[in-house]
């Protein structure tokens, strides 16, 4: 009789146990990471339980004093400490590579302690391209939030004066729920630096055809006349 | 009321009252509580930086303790029994040794319900005055004063109710390993071996189901293989059912059915494993 | 099966496995016993010779290797079984915060008993174990006596009809010893059936209507008190108010009838009696 019991309680766990994997609603926090990654990942969740995030946390504290000394390499150890505990942290791929392509490049830049310039433009460019490779990272575990490709593409356009890879993220991020819509005309500008009216033009065309309801769309017309005048192109015919 | 009824509440009524006089409860809830207090000591620059440190910090900190506390609990509470002999004036009434196993977790489960709550309303404490500085010290602020907006979001985000959700998918988490002490206990004849094998699947629940899919994916494996670790998914638990916690601290606002998966998920899981405890306790001889 | 019986063991093996698969120990081989309602029988023997054990195998927490026990027609070890066993163990814990009387409370509630049973029951435990003077102070003011009447007491409290009791006096005071020999007899008298153990063997002669000697596992005799003890020659003839001489006199008139061996020796008091005596 008690086996029975025993027998029932354990299948009808088992069952229960296996219906739930099965309806399991949402995907595990970065699910669509390689399984290396993942493995990785959830070793640490395992081993630091609870404290995963302090501990991140306080590698992101320890960030901010390294930023308030000038502590360069510091401040890059901290932040991938806190990237690689907690990776689901939008902040710290955000704020981080904040910190080293524009903090970080930039007071080398300026810094007057040194008085050669071609070594201040080569750290310059070096703590760009190590925030640039930050973010790159962060959107493996972000792929789909747009606030990393806005910043991908500020970089790019900014940091690194290259207009071709700042409009492919800026453009990929006005994809992504909750881009704000002057993500979308940021892709058109950094394509208007590249030199191809005809492009420009056919992507604004395009931005308003798709959406007509959007909150700038008075601004984007006032752009179109404003590019159509500018270029040899007759504003009443269809784009090329 | 039901002898059933009567056994199950005097026995767990008797196990709180256990655990409430050992220390086990005090050397974990203790050093929880002054963790908690250091809090005001971490100032991070942004406000959503402070946020988030002043919900990690103290989720983290119920979470480690609270662990410690379901495992170690557990795992002394039928070693105490066992060594203080009480096992043989208990299980001599006419008790069902289910009954016996249902009620200590019960008693613990009621003492890690009531560990999280003052732990919850120390972190809802050390939260008022978290706020109450930092706006104190904003508002002071000629330089950058924040706008009516930005303070409502941040005593939003402070005082989200979502976070009450993540402490109860954090108490499920726990009662699960309770479960699974409990089951290991009724082999164990050491609480230090109860203890380790609790925290290695702890860890194991945190990896089984990435490994799973790996070896599953895997194509050189063997099909016997393939049935161990398929085995063996079923008996391990699969801690990613808690994630849900991770996801509100990082700033998620889910509703109540965002509870289901993980009170399905640890009652089913609590099911077998009472079922299997049962087993091995009913067959188990005390010399 | 014999309903009667208030414990019926047949053919009873226990063995204990030793580890890394050695060979097994016999604790208790081919046992069998039968005890009728209401009365008090002895387990003597030395350690280890298998006395708890039996006990052991009558509540359950060990399982025959052969052999069967029935406790008032229940198979022993199921719930109904234990039910009509109440257990005294030797080296009885309880939890040191609690009163006495929250500890019947509490050994009531686990047998299952409702607030309203348990009000009618607690009194007369008190009253036989007479625990009412320090009922309400929390037990790590108690003595060894009275944690023993503490025990007994929860052994009582679900009112079962067979009493195991392993070493009930050991460690007790003789006022202690008194007591609960007065209980067992009390119990007897309501139909209760006793098996106990014990190594003080005059304490058991006393009490026990009927006794068997263990030894390595074994029964090696079983009976009555006064089957076992009986010697059919012999005789015991007491005397007081007689002189030195008349004593000689006495002892030649003995030999007259035909006496064999004639020993006469001035009697004293017992030690046990003394402390009785002054300690009353």
Not at chain 2, 96 to 109: A, D, F, P, T
Request: aromatic share 10%; net charge positive; glycine share 8%.
């Amino acid at each position: 009789m008690k086996i029975v019991f025993c027998l029932l309680l354990l299948i009808l766990g088992f069952w229960g146990k296996r219906f739930f994997e099965e309806i399991k609603p949402q995907p595990e926090l970065n699910a669509y990471l390689p399984l290396g990654k993942r493995f990785e990942q959830q070793l640490i969740r395992g081993v630091l339980g609870g404290w995963r995030p302090v501990v991140a946390d306080i590698a992101w504290l320890r960030v901010t004093t390294s930023w308030e000394n000038r502590q360069w390499n510091r401040l890059y150890e901290n932040v991938r400490i806190a990237t690689r505990t907690q990776p689901e942290s939008l902040l710290f791929w955000d704020m981080g590579a904040w910190h080293l392509a524009w903090n970080a490049s930039l007071a080398e830049r300026n810094n007057r302690l040194e008085a050669r310039i071609e070594v201040r433009k080569e750290k310059e460019l070096y703590w760009a391209e190590k925030g640039k490779n930050l973010l790159e990272e962060g959107t493996i575990y972000h792929p789909t939030h747009f606030k990393l490709w806005l910043q991908l593409g500020l970089l790019h356009q900014e940091r690194r004066h290259d207009y071709v890879s700042a409009y492919e993220c800026f453009l990929k991020s006005s994809q992504f729920n909750g881009a704000p819509s002057y993500v979308a005309r940021m892709a058109g500008y950094a394509l208007e630096k590249q030199g191809d009216p005809a492009a420009v033009l056919n992507y604004w065309e395009k931005l308003l055809e798709k959406s007509p309801d959007r909150p700038d769309r008075g601004l984007i017309e006032k752009r179109l006349l404003k590019l159509k005048k500018e270029t040899t192109l007759d504003p009443l015919k269809p784009i090329p | 009321m039901s002898a059933l009824y009567l056994r199950l509440s005097t026995l767990t009524g008797l196990t709180v009252r256990d655990l409430l006089r050992q220390n086990v409860l005090y050397l974990i809830l203790i050093p929880a509580a002054l963790t908690l207090l250091t809090l005001p000591l971490f100032t991070a620059l942004t406000f959503e930086e402070q946020i988030k440190f002043m919900r990690d910090f103290c989720y983290g900190t119920m979470s480690i303790f609270g662990l410690f506390l379901a495992i170690i609990a557990t795992a002394q509470s039928l070693s105490n029994d066992l060594e203080q002999k009480t096992i043989f004036t208990i299980l001599a009434k006419p008790l069902n040794r289910w009954e016996y196993l249902v009620s200590k977790g019960m008693g613990i489960g009621l003492i890690l319900f009531f560990a999280l709550t003052i732990l919850t309303v120390l972190s809802a404490g050390l939260f008022a005055y978290q706020e109450k500085s930092l706006l104190e010290a904003a508002i002071g602020n000629a330089t950058h004063p924040l706008s009516s907006q930005e303070l409502q979001r941040f005593s939003d985000q402070l005082w989200s109710p979502a976070l009450l959700m993540a402490v109860l998918i954090l108490y499920l988490k726990l009662i699960l390993m309770v479960g699974f002490t409990l089951l290991f206990s009724t082999v164990a004849s050491s609480s230090l071996f109860t203890i380790f094998t609790s925290l290695m699947i702890y860890l194991i629940g945190h990896l089984q189901s990435t490994a799973r899919e790996w070896v599953m994916g895997s194509e050189g494996l063997s099909v016997g293989m393939k049935w161990v670790v398929g085995l063996l998914s079923v008996i391990l638990p699969d801690m990613s059912f808690y994630e849900g916690a991770e996801r509100i601290l990082l700033g998620a606002t889910p509703g109540l059915s965002y509870l289901i998966p993980p009170l399905g998920y640890t009652f089913f899981n609590l099911l077998w494993i009472l079922g299997l405890s049962t087993w091995i306790f009913e067959s188990r001889e005390f010399r | 099966m014999n309903s009667s019986l208030s414990l019926q063991i047949r053919n009873v093996q226990a063995r204990y496995s030793l580890a890394w698969n050695r060979k097994a120990m016999v604790a208790l081989d081919d046992f069998s016993l039968d005890l009728k309602a209401g009365e008090i029988f002895a387990l003597l023997g030395p350690n280890g010779s298998g006395k708890t054990t039996l006990f052991k195998l009558i509540l359950g927490f060990l399982k025959p290797k052969q052999g069967s026990i029935l406790i008032q027609g229940e198979k022993a070890g199921t719930r109904k079984a234990r039910a009509q066993v109440g257990y005294l163990p030797e080296n009885p814990y309880f939890p040191k915060y609690l009163t006495g009387r929250e500890i019947l409370e509490t050994y009531g509630g686990l047998s299952g008993l409702s607030r309203g049973v348990l009000k009618d029951r607690l009194e007369p435990i008190l009253e036989l174990t007479q625990m009412s003077s320090f009922a309400e102070k929390p037990l790590h003011t108690y003595s060894k006596g009275m944690i023993q009447r503490v025990s007994l007491g929860q052994a009582l409290i679900h009112d079962p009809q067979l009493l195991l009791f392993d070493e009930p006096t050991t460690g007790l005071d003789p006022q202690g010893v008194d007591l609960m020999k007065e209980a067992m007899k009390k119990l007897r008298s309501l139909g209760k059936t006793i098996l106990f153990t014990s190594h003080l063997l005059e304490q058991v002669e006393t009490v026990a209507d009927r006794i068997a000697i263990l030894y390595q596992g074994k029964k090696l005799v079983e009976g009555s008190m006064n089957e076992l003890l009986k010697e059919n020659d012999a005789a015991t003839i007491q005397v007081k108010g007689l002189s030195e001489e008349q004593l000689s006199g006495v002892k030649g008139a003995l030999y007259d009838f035909g006496a064999s061996a004639v020993e006469v020796t001035p009697r004293s008091g017992s030690l046990e009696n003394l402390f009785r005596r002054y300690t009353k």
